[in-house]
């Protein structure tokens, strides 16, 4: 009998014992599982931020999007230029190397001169410009010009609207006008039939000048005379057309 109890006692211990050892291996078990979760949500949410991160970095200011479009080098990188387009809201597309519409220096221009009511009230010289360019350029003010022989600069018409910094863009094969007022007061004339004439910019100053010949309406040379005269703004429509 006692060895019985003795036998009892131990394995009553040993089923204690081992009770305690299942309990403590399923705690650090549930406690290692716990810990693996809290390390994979922490580490979802670092790679959240990081997301968050990225995302802010590639598209928030748009700096790759802006170095593209003002360079040029990456045609295929549409949709960086789309998004930033989008960002800036401005809805306006910028061709990359695009330049301003330059003035026209005289070159690229080409000349003729009509002589009109010879020698009647009303006669002036109707001088037509034409961009002979392929690419468009701007006039202003008025033609800065000299007849025949003499030396003087015309003055600009008192009849005519002073618009000296108006620029009128010419495209290619477009026109404008201007007119040689001619003035016969006495007998004290001068009789030409060419003139020199440069444009001028918006300070006044003039380009080179070129030799200019008139003609009538049949396309015959034709001399003119004057005692005074003056000149009109450059003008998209043709003075005095009547």
Same mark, same amino acid.
């Given at each position: 009998?006692?060895?019985?109890?003795?036998?009892?006692?131990?394995?009553?211990?040993?089923?204690?014992?081992? /009770?305690?050892?299942? #309990? &403590?291996? !399923?705690?650090?078990? @549930? =406690?290692? %599982?716990?810990? +693996?979760?809290?390390?994979?949500?922490?580490?979802?949410?670092?790679?959240?931020?990081?997301?968050?991160?990225?995302?802010?970095?590639?598209?928030?200011?748009?700096?790759? /999007?802006?170095?593209? #479009? &003002?360079? !040029?080098?990456?045609? @295929? =990188?549409? %949709?960086?230029? +789309?998004?930033?387009?989008?960002?800036?809201?401005?809805?306006?597309?910028?061709?990359?190397?695009?330049?301003?519409?330059?003035?026209?220096?005289?070159?690229?221009?080409?000349?003729?001169?009509?002589?009109?009511?010879?020698?009647?009230?009303?006669?002036?010289?109707?001088?037509?410009?034409?961009?002979?360019?392929?690419?468009?350029?701007?006039?202003?003010?008025?033609?800065?010009?000299?007849?025949?022989?003499?030396?003087?600069?015309?003055?600009?018409?008192?009849?005519?609207?002073?618009?000296?910094?108006?620029?009128?863009?010419?495209?290619?094969?477009?026109?404008?006008?201007?007119?040689?007022?001619?003035?016969?007061?006495?007998?004290?004339?001068?009789?030409?039939?060419?003139?020199?004439?440069?444009?001028?910019?918006?300070?006044?100053?003039?380009?080179?000048?070129?030799?200019?010949?008139?003609?009538?309406?049949?396309?015959?040379?034709?001399?003119?005379?004057?005692?005074?005269?003056?000149?009109?703004?450059?003008?998209?429509?043709?003075?005095?057309?009547?």
């Amino acid at each position: 009998m006692r060895t019985s109890r003795i036998s009892t006692t131990v394995l009553a211990a040993t089923t204690a014992a081992l /009770a305690l050892t299942l #309990t &403590a291996c !399923g705690g650090s078990d @549930s =406690a290692a %599982g716990a810990k +693996a979760g809290t390390s994979r949500s922490g580490s979802t949410a670092d790679d959240s931020k990081a997301s968050d991160k990225t995302s802010e970095t590639g598209g928030g200011k748009g700096t790759g /999007a802006q170095a593209i #479009t &003002a360079t !040029g080098h990456d045609a @295929s =990188a549409s %949709g960086s230029q +789309a998004a930033h387009g989008s960002q800036a809201g401005s809805g306006k597309v910028i061709t990359v190397g695009s330049t301003e519409t330059r003035q026209c220096h005289g070159d690229e221009i080409s000349y003729s001169v009509l002589h009109r009511f010879p020698k009647q009230r009303g006669e002036h010289l109707l001088i037509t410009a034409r961009n002979a360019d392929s690419k468009p350029c701007w006039v202003t003010s008025h033609p800065s010009v000299i007849l025949g022989d003499t030396s003087n600069v015309l003055h600009l018409s008192p009849k005519d609207a002073p618009g000296g910094n108006t620029r009128i863009t010419l495209k290619p094969g477009g026109k404008v006008y201007s007119a040689v007022n001619l003035f016969t007061d006495s007998a004290a004339t001068h009789t030409s039939g060419t003139f020199s004439l440069a444009l001028r910019d918006q300070t006044g100053d003039t380009g080179p000048a070129t030799e200019q010949d008139t003609f009538d309406g049949e396309g015959v040379p034709s001399k003119f005379s004057w005692t005074s005269a003056d000149v009109t703004n450059w003008n998209t429509t043709k003075p005095y057309d009547f």
